[in-house]
DNA sequence: TCTGGGGTCCTAGGACCC
DNA sequence: TCTGGGGTCCTAGGACCC
């Protein structure tokens, strides 16, 4: 117990949001909503603090946000534009540790732990990160600090908006009884209703429990739940330091349609272009897929998944679409109508798919080619290349990538 | 309310092997 | 012959996060 640390959580303020304002100032001050247009399908991805005023919060259906909040302004957002500012804010956090996570777009954890000599103590510190982000990128952001990213979670949570907090070492205890459970990462709706049902409605109740209790009635997370009442990072991902980010475990696109299909047609030109998504990612990132998935959601949104092993793994977009177009075939109920399609990659094998050499050579030519697709479309954009597949079914409905036709990143620069 | 898209982790059952 | 236990892989579903 010598050396605690010093955990930073920054967290963008309505991050979307302010970036909006950004480009037009015009919106400041005005109820706006990010993540589409009123009557869309689709839920909100961020809300200015006036549309929250009436209600509105991330997660709920654009239409609902658009009966509490009717003068509000709907945006369908640039996600260019974030990435570009998230990496602005990435490299003002690489200045004040070597040690930075982002843990989303909008979202870092900073060990800040032996800083003390170069940045002064942790107060300090962080007014100083929140000047120098404000002034390096014109947006505002909230920090918590703790000992753990548990406790910098909660606290920048309980800083915003624009403010800073400190969990002074030893007083974790003391911070987290009086909030309510669901301030918890970790406790979402069910786990909240599942609690309220035991009479535990706050973080204190949990904390007097016995961890027995709670890991019987709800397994390990509710063993991980009793240590992070105690303001212990008990277990999952909260128990890791803060370092590099790790490598991911799956990839996947899915795509809800305006309106749900029956339209075979359309269906396999909508898988199809997912796989081209899918194949297209995991060439980036140089990584074979082992495991293909395919989701199924209906018009009642019941939804089914369903997944296919191959015994060598694939990045071809061909191999990909062979795979779920059967699966779709096996497990559609014929005639329902669709609502969503998803198609996800899995279990990345290190090594390239192997097999006998002449069939490993014709893959390489076939991944080659796919390589060269992929640069063609960075070029000229999505719609220049496409298998023919692709083409049918008008399944070009909207695209949320780029809207206003800003330049796309072009990852593979300086490759023949 | 009428429910996006991209992920992670956990659980649980069955197959299969020793 | 009618029955064990552990380990690993695969699959499906669900909670949760931003």
């Not at 260019?80 to 804010?89: A, D, G, H, L, P």
Request: proline share 3%; with cysteine; charged share 25%.
């Amino acid at each position: 117990m010598v050396s605690l640390k010093t955990i930073f959580h920054v967290d963008m303020d309505a991050f979307f949001v302010s970036v909006e304002e950004l480009f037009d100032p015009a919106l400041r001050g005005k109820a706006v909503v990010v993540g589409g247009q009123r009557q869309e399908r689709g839920v909100v991805s961020a809300a200015s603090y006036q549309a929250r005023r009436y209600g509105v919060h991330s997660a709920m259906p654009l239409r609902t946000a658009a009966k509490l909040c009717p003068h509000a302004i709907f945006l369908d957002g640039h996600p260019q534009r974030y990435r570009e500012c998230s990496e602005k804010v990435y490299r003002v956090l690489l200045a004040f540790s070597p040690l930075v996570e982002m843990a989303s777009i909008d979202e870092a954890y900073l060990d800040m732990t032996g800083t003390e000599r170069l940045h002064g103590p942790p107060l300090r510190a962080a007014h100083q990160l929140h000047a120098r982000i404000k002034s390096e990128t014109q947006l505002n952001c909230s920090i918590g600090i703790g000992i753990s990213r548990l406790i910098a979670k909660v606290s920048s949570a309980k800083a915003k908006p624009h403010g800073i907090l400190w969990v002074i070492p030893g007083q974790e205890a003391k911070f987290l009884a009086p909030l309510d459970v669901r301030d918890l990462p970790g406790v979402g709706k069910v786990g909240e209703q599942n609690l309220r049902a035991l009479g535990i409605h706050r973080v204190g109740d949990l904390a007097g429990l016995a961890d027995g209790f709670l890991e019987e009635r709800f397994g390990k997370w509710g063993l991980a739940l009793a240590g992070k009442a105690r303001g212990a990072d008990a277990g999952g991902w909260f128990d890791r330091g803060v370092g590099r980010d790790a490598d991911a475990k799956s990839i996947s696109h899915e795509h809800t349609y305006t309106e749900d299909t029956t339209d075979i047609e359309r269906i396999e030109s909508t898988l199809m272009r997912l796989s081209e998504m899918v194949g297209r990612r995991l060439r980036e990132g140089g990584l074979r897929a082992r495991t293909l998935q395919l989701k199924l959601r209906y018009q009642d949104f019941t939804t089914i998944t369903r997944a296919h092993t191959l015994a060598d793994a694939t990045q071809l977009d061909t191999e990909i679409f062979a795979q779920v177009r059967t699966l779709f075939h096996r497990h559609w109920r014929k005639g329902t109508a669709v609502r969503l399609l998803g198609v996800e990659a899995s279990q990345f094998d290190p090594g390239s798919g192997q097999g006998d050499l002449i069939e490993g050579q014709r893959r390489q030519r076939w991944e080659q080619a796919f390589s060269a697709a992929d640069r063609v479309r960075d070029k000229f954009g999505e719609s220049s290349v496409l298998l023919a597949t692709g083409l049918k079914g008008g399944f070009r409905e909207r695209t949320h990538e780029n809207p206003a036709g800003l330049p796309g990143k072009r990852k593979r620069d300086g490759e023949n």
